[in-house]
């Protein structure tokens, strides 16, 4: 699996798949062993019944997104679009986080939950929850929830953290 760079750049990412497609359709042969590595339509073609799918720029994309570990390119725009936010402001990066482990109906906004990024952005920043026992039912912090428990137990019916959910929900969830 190909590593991110530290700041990934979307627009490069981009640049990326189109140099790919351009190499495929130029028949490289590396072009083709990418495709088939990455690409589980493409698995196991030889190179005439691979030049045959016509791949098209949303296949490029994939196997970009594949190379790095995502299981598609909507999840690592994602990701790049996290990070970014982490890094420009703590605040609104957590929120972004938050979304990406809840989804919009949770979290607000029209996103869908991407449980698989969250868990990469907690991979890269392992400090992102912090002491914030709200955050803690996010990840399943389990130790962190009971410290905040030992102090109140009507405590998971109570609201609050960045969302303004009563943990009991933000576990469930």
Not at 101 to 117: E, F, K, M
Not at 119 to 148: K, T
Not at 157 to 170: E, S, T
């Amino acid at each position: 699996m190909k590593r991110l760079p530290d700041r990934p750049n979307l627009d490069q990412l981009k640049r990326q798949a189109k140099d790919l497609l351009a190499a495929y359709r130029g028949g490289d042969v590396d072009a083709f062993s990418r495709f088939r590595d990455a690409l589980p339509v493409a698995a196991r073609k030889d190179d005439a019944a691979l030049a045959a799918l016509s791949l098209r720029l949303h296949d490029a994309q994939s196997c970009v997104a594949r190379e790095y570990g995502f299981v598609s390119w909507a999840d690592l725009r994602s990701f790049v679009h996290a990070r970014g936010a982490y890094r420009a402001d703590g605040d609104k990066g957590v929120l972004n986080w938050l979304r990406l482990v809840y989804g919009g109906h949770i979290a607000g906004g029209n996103s869908r939950a991407r449980p698989t990024v969250a868990a990469r952005m907690l991979e890269d920043n392992p400090r992102l929850p912090g002491d914030d026992a709200y955050l803690a039912c996010a990840v399943g912090d389990e130790a962190q929830l009971r410290r905040a428990l030992s102090g109140n137990r009507a405590w998971v019916n109570r609201a609050g953290g960045p969302l303004d959910l009563p943990p009991l929900v933000a576990v469930t969830h």
